[in-house]
């Protein structure tokens, strides 16, 4: 599994450059082992060294830690979804499940960062469901009313209040949810990196190439060295499917997002100077856009299946291209020449939107897949998932338990052949949300 770094993220070129970053160079013992560095694997290692003082915990990734999807999403700490096919009143208890894992989620992120001081750009501004297209009210509407049932507090708003808000008549419907949290999240990982205990032991730049377990012992076979390891807990989310972790159950999704520069003061104006917002959209394949605090704006509007492990940037200029024409559709009076920069990152799915978290052998453990959700999912279910590695029970854990599990997949050219056909078919029907 070789991946590359790259400098193309705005919110990880916000970050100050790291120089304590080792490198798997030699053979490795320890007690726990946790395949990936991001917001689950962060907060499986913090868990642990809670519990296990005295042990020795190693957490290992193929790229710097927090820099991959972790540090390349749009920033929503999610309360509600509307794109995951359980909001009819027929689903509206499984429905209930999700949102109470969502939930969760949100009070371990904000434990967090309460307890660590972490500074995020932490705003509780809710978030928007929004279209151009006026036959997509009666979705929202809808979605209100399984909101509503469920005591989630939200506001249906049309195009002259949308204007006054998101500083753009683009929008003729949308739905405001109020508990939602719009975040910076390289800020929030790169505090996970930072305060990581000291017994745990965190190697970078160092690609999973090969597993097995004999007997009592999981060997995870590096580049430059073996680790033997009497547990592990795998949280590598998109990159599951490629080192064999319930690959029927899970696969990548690879998006691509662009940011602007900081608008200029009269560039402010022009658009009404509106507070930070976040916009996702009605239709699946429709655009993702969000004011930042800083005046900057991000678009996320493409989804595909691409190869996980590196997108070229000839490849990515293409998607940025969409990206520019995006934000010229809802802000017509800005330049044309404002984005900044460009980059892709992976999520995984599963076929009904669950997520994985299961322990799938003796002393292997597994959480992700977390379906667009990762930062307060992915930071629950890692501590969840080290817990429940230690034979440890909780509410949590029972939440999580108590979701619909993750439905079986075909097997590859079936399974990307029908992922292409329903993307392409979504992508159709949110042209014009694009």
Request: aromatic content about 8%; proline content about 3%; glycine content about 6%.
């Amino acid at each position: 599994m070789y991946l590359e770094n790259d400098q193309s993220c705005s919110w990880v070129n916000d970050l100050n450059k790291r120089y304590n970053i080792k490198i798997l160079e030699k053979n490795k013992s320890c007690d726990w082992l946790i395949v990936g560095a991001g917001y689950t694997g962060l907060s499986a290692a913090r868990k642990l060294s809670l519990l296990h003082p005295d042990q020795k915990i190693i957490i290992i990734d193929a790229q710097l830690a927090g820099e991959g999807a972790s540090s390349r999403n749009s920033g929503y700490l999610v309360d509600t979804t509307l794109n995951d096919g359980f909001t009819s009143n027929k689903e509206l208890d499984n429905y209930k499940k999700k949102t109470d894992i969502y939930d969760l989620g949100i009070n371990a992120v904000k434990k967090f960062i309460n307890e660590y001081q972490v500074d995020c750009d932490w705003n509780e501004c809710g978030k928007y469901f929004a279209s151009s297209k006026k036959e997509d009210e009666k979705i929202l509407r809808n979605f209100s009313d399984t909101l509503s049932k469920l005591g989630y507090e939200n506001k249906l708003l049309s195009n002259n209040e949308l204007l006054g808000r998101l500083g753009t008549n683009f929008y003729n419907i949308a739905l405001h949810t109020k508990g939602g949290v719009l975040l910076h999240p390289g800020k929030l990982v790169r505090a996970m990196v930072d305060v990581l205990p000291k017994n745990v032991f965190l190697y970078e730049n160092s690609s999973l190439l090969t597993w097995h377990k004999n007997k009592n012992v999981i060997s995870c076979h590096f580049k430059n060295g073996k680790i033997n390891s009497k547990k592990i807990i795998f949280a590598t989310n998109g990159f599951l499917k490629s080192l064999g972790i319930k690959s029927n159950y899970n696969f990548p999704i690879t998006l691509t997002a662009s940011m602007t520069r900081p608008l200029t003061t009269d560039e402010f104006n022009s658009i009404g100077q509106p507070k930070e917002w976040g916009v996702l959209p009605v239709r699946p394949m429709g655009a993702t856009i969000r004011m930042t605090k800083d005046k900057r704006i991000l678009i996320r509007n493409t989804a595909e299946v691409h190869n996980p492990f590196k997108m070229s940037r000839v490849e990515l200029e293409k998607r940025s291209t969409n990206q520019r024409i995006g934000i010229k559709k809802r802000f017509p009076q800005l330049p044309d020449n404002i984005i900044q920069s460009s980059w892709s990152g992976i999520v995984s799915r599963t076929r009904n939107s669950s997520q994985i978290f299961e322990k799938i052998d003796d002393n292997i453990f597994v959480a992700g897949c977390y379906n667009g959700s990762g930062i307060g999912v992915g930071t629950l279910f890692g501590e969840q998932i080290a817990l429940k590695a230690s034979n440890e029970n909780t509410k949590e854990i029972e939440t999580i338990e108590a979701r619909n599990k993750p439905t079986w997949l075909p097997p590859d050219p079936i399974l990307s052949l029908g992922v292409r056909a329903r993307l392409i078919y979504e992508r159709f029907r949110a042209k014009s949300e694009i």
